[in-house]
Nanobody, 120 residues
């Protein structure tokens, strides 16, 4: 049974940085999603088994998705944070249909419980 646990969320001011972690991703292709109040969940970044990453346009150049060497943990390094980045962030792993930018069609077997990021 795969259990994903996110950590690293919190509050910061605009322009600040934060690193989110997700343990238990097990080396599977994985992704980070976010959901702001009143909005639909959106894909933020995804990484495949080979380590290739892709990002939604809004975070390109500011966010970096990565995995540790063992592939057990997933990370999202966020810099130059903006108030519009405020959301609950979720990691997902075990992709059956990987998220790609601009797509609302994806399927992941495992999801974390989320970690809140607030930028003021």
């Amino acid at each position: 049974h795969v259990q994903l646990v996110e950590s690293g969320g919190g509050s910061t001011h605009a322009g600040g940085s934060m690193i989110l972690s997700c343990t238990g991703s097990g080396g599977n292709c994985a992704a980070w999603f976010r959901q702001a109040p009143g909005k639909e969940r959106e894909g933020v970044a995804a990484i495949d088994n080979a380590g290739s990453a892709t990002y939604t346009y809004a975070v390109q150049g500011r966010f970096t998705i990565s995995k540790d060497n063992a592939g057990n943990s997933l990370f999202l390094q966020m810099s130059n944070l903006k108030p519009e980045d405020t959301a609950m962030y979720f990691c997902a792993a075990g992709c059956r249909a990987a998220w790609v930018p601009g797509s609302s069609s994806y399927e992941y077997s495992y999801w974390g419980q989320g970690t809140q990021v607030t930028v003021s």
